[in-house]
């Protein structure tokens, strides 16, 4: 049993660097000099000392959050599409505008005796104002372009929520794992460091903690002795 806890912890530094680089790949932040260095390190055992000396919560990487980005991208590329849509009305009414005045000044010179009202005239056209330029068909237009931007603006909302409840989760679920890890290299090298009453403290009270143990283990075998020579002399 000694044996293979002895193998065990002479592994623990391999495993810690494997979850270290599992860890790194996993948020594509395995070039970080401190994540490189520390795994180096644990798989060479080498300056452990030092690499105990850093605070690992704050010299992990921050990984970027890649989650919601599509539905961030929509809702950007949406709201860009539905902000130039919102002036395309009123360019497309004053266009009408235009090119009605214009044909009802040729229909004016034409027909003097004959003159219609203006807005009879940009509806029915005479003849002389083009069917895509009457009222009607430019109002029919204008609507369309308003529904369509009311849909982009719900949809583009709905992208953007979408996006920003994937990253926040996102983000929670690396911070979570972030000093996860930190606990693990934390606790690891916690006894690399240099020499102070906090690590004099914690061995003591390490070294302490086994001795009970210890202790307790010896009272149960002289417990278990006594009865068994009990036995014994019962026996005889």
Same mark, same amino acid.
């Given at each position: 049993?000694?044996?293979?806890?002895?193998?065990?912890?002479?592994?623990?530094?391999?495993?810690?660097?494997?979850?270290?680089?599992?860890?790194?790949?996993?948020?594509?932040?395995?070039?970080?000099?401190?994540?490189?260095?520390?795994?180096?390190?644990?798989?060479?055992?080498?300056?452990?000392?030092?690499?105990?000396?850093?605070?690992?919560?704050?010299?992990?990487?921050?990984?970027?959050?890649?989650?919601?980005?599509?539905?961030?991208?929509?809702?950007?590329?949406?709201?860009?599409?539905?902000?130039?849509?919102?002036?395309?009305?009123?360019?497309?009414?004053?266009? !009408?505008?235009?090119?009605?005045? /214009?044909?009802?000044? +040729?229909? $004016?010179?034409? @027909?003097? *005796?004959?003159?219609?009202?203006?807005?009879?005239?940009?509806?029915?056209?005479?003849?002389?104002?083009?069917?895509?330029?009457?009222?009607?068909?430019?109002?029919?237009?204008?609507?369309?372009?308003?529904?369509?931007?009311?849909?982009?603006?719900?949809?583009?909302?709905?992208?953007?929520?979408?996006?920003?409840?994937?990253?926040?989760?996102?983000?929670?679920?690396?911070?979570?794992?972030?000093?996860?890890?930190?606990?693990?290299?934390?606790?690891?090298?916690?006894?690399?460091?240099?020499?102070?009453?906090?690590?004099?403290?914690?061995?003591?009270?390490?070294?302490? !903690?086994?001795?009970?143990?210890? /202790?307790?283990?010896? +009272?149960? $075998?002289?417990? @278990?002795? *006594?009865?068994?020579?009990?036995?014994?002399?019962?026996?005889?």
């Amino acid at each position: 049993m000694a044996t293979k806890r002895r193998v065990s912890n002479s592994k623990k530094h391999i495993e810690l660097a494997d979850r270290v680089d599992l860890w790194a790949r996993e948020y594509q932040v395995s070039r970080d000099p401190y994540v490189s260095g520390l795994s180096s390190s644990l798989r060479e055992k080498k300056n452990l000392q030092i690499w105990a000396a850093l605070n690992p919560i704050e010299y992990l990487p921050q990984p970027e959050i890649t989650e919601g980005i599509a539905f961030a991208r929509w809702a950007r590329l949406l709201t860009l599409i539905r902000n130039v849509l919102v002036f395309a009305p009123v360019a497309l009414t004053w266009a !009408a505008v235009g090119q009605a005045t /214009t044909a009802f000044s +040729e229909y $004016v010179k034409e @027909n003097g *005796a004959d003159v219609v009202n203006f807005l009879d005239f940009w509806q029915n056209g005479y003849g002389v104002l083009g069917e895509e330029w009457r009222i009607a068909n430019v109002a029919f237009l204008d609507f369309v372009i308003i529904l369509i931007v009311i849909v982009l603006t719900l949809i583009a909302s709905v992208f953007g929520k979408r996006a920003t409840e994937a990253q926040a989760n996102f983000e929670q679920e690396i911070e979570r794992e972030r000093i996860g890890l930190a606990v693990e290299i934390n606790t690891f090298l916690f006894d690399k460091q240099k020499a102070t009453n906090v690590t004099m403290n914690a061995s003591l009270a390490g070294a302490i !903690a086994k001795l009970l143990n210890a /202790t307790d283990a010896l +009272e149960d $075998v002289a417990k @278990n002795l *006594a009865k068994t020579t009990k036995k014994v002399d019962r026996g005889a």
